[in-house]
């Protein structure tokens, strides 16, 4: 199947969980009418909470991991010596593999001068998809796996054939591998951020991976006070680009904490997305 054009693609991210990327994801995504939303936060998928979904799809990722052919193999370790993951040992003349370190390189099988090990497919989670509105995709690791980037990397491949020419996409929270992957792509992030000490060292820390990645962004504060705020107060000194403010207000919090969509009842805070949301097409030149 050929390609489409690519998509424009918005991440929203933040250097820690609960900070309001899902809130900010679902409320830019309530305003722009012809995007598609994206979590991508396959350890704790909460985003499709907010949505009455009545027909998502859902498949299965899979990787691979070495399987073993006991009769072929002579101990000769080379695939041990192979894995540069720490997911095979010989104990006790016998070679175990760790499924849950591989990380489907496929150098031990490569290695191996007999022939010993082939590939076998287990599942480490699934997409789940709507086909109608409103159209969101997500990512749901199974319990006890190591690494979601799989996943991220399936919702990435899916993004790119979707129909929509924008994918809003909600990050993992922290700087790891699925963050980095999540990002893969990525036109411009919308970073999230707390007025505290707290917020102030994750933003610096997720401004870094954004510098390393050369992602363009602007910070929206989430929870914002005119009051002892070092987030506002670092961003003016760095001349940082601060493109929204949601305001410290418990009613909105409730209401979120409820999976009710804000922007959807609330003429201020709708109008603080659709602003926003003016500027990301500024930014994307749509
Ligand atoms: S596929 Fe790669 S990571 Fe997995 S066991 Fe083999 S060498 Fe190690
Ligand atoms: S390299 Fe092949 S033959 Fe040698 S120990 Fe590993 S699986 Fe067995």
């Known amino acids: 199947m050929s390609e489409q054009k690519p998509k424009r693609k918005v991440s929203v991210l933040s250097g820690k969980g609960g900070t309001g990327k899902t809130f900010v994801s679902v409320n830019l995504f309530a305003v722009m009418t012809d995007a598609l939303y994206v979590d991508t936060d396959i350890e704790e998928p909460n985003g499709f909470f907010y949505f009455d979904i009545e027909d998502a799809e859902s ?3 899979t990787i691979f991991v070495p399987k073993l ?3 072929k193999c002579d101990g000769t370790q080379a695939c041990v010596n192979a894995c540069k993951f720490n997911a095979m ?3 006790d003349d016998e070679l175990m593999i760790f499924d849950d370190l591989c990380h489907s390189c496929g150098a031990c099988i490569y290695a191996c001068p007999n022939d010993a ?9 699934e997409i789940k998809e709507t086909r109608n509105n409103p159209r969101i995709m997500w990512g749901e690791m199974k319990p006890g796996k190591e690494s979601g980037v799989p996943i991220v990397e399936r919702l990435n491949e899916k993004i790119k054939t979707s129909g929509e020419s924008l994918a809003i996409v909600d990050s993992p929270p922290g700087i790891g591998c699925a963050v980095i992957e999540a990002m893969r792509d990525t036109d411009y992030a919308i970073l999230v951020a707390e ?3 707290f917020g102030l060292h994750n933003m610096k820390m997720t401004i870094k991976l954004l510098d390393y990645l050369d992602v363009s962004y602007g910070i929206l504060i989430n929870k914002y006070t005119d009051e002892d705020n070092p987030v ?3 961003a003016k000194q760095e001349k940082l680009p601060v493109i929204a403010k949601i305001p410290y207000d418990r009613t909105i919090a409730k209401m979120n904490a409820q999976g009710i969509i804000v922007a959807d009842v609330d003429k201020k805070i709708r ?3 659709v602003d926003l949301s003016e500027t990301i097409r500024e930014e994307l030149t749509l």
């Not at 090990?117 to 989670?125: A, D």
């Open 59 to 61: 498949e299965d990722v």
């Open 69 to 71: 052919n006991e009769k």
């Open 117 to 125: 090990l082939s590939k076998k497919y287990i599942s480490v989670g």
């Open 89 to 91: 040992a010989f104990i």
């Open 232 to 234: 506002s107060d670092y």
């Open 271 to 273: 109008q603080i997305f």
């Open 195 to 197: 007025p505290s000490l």
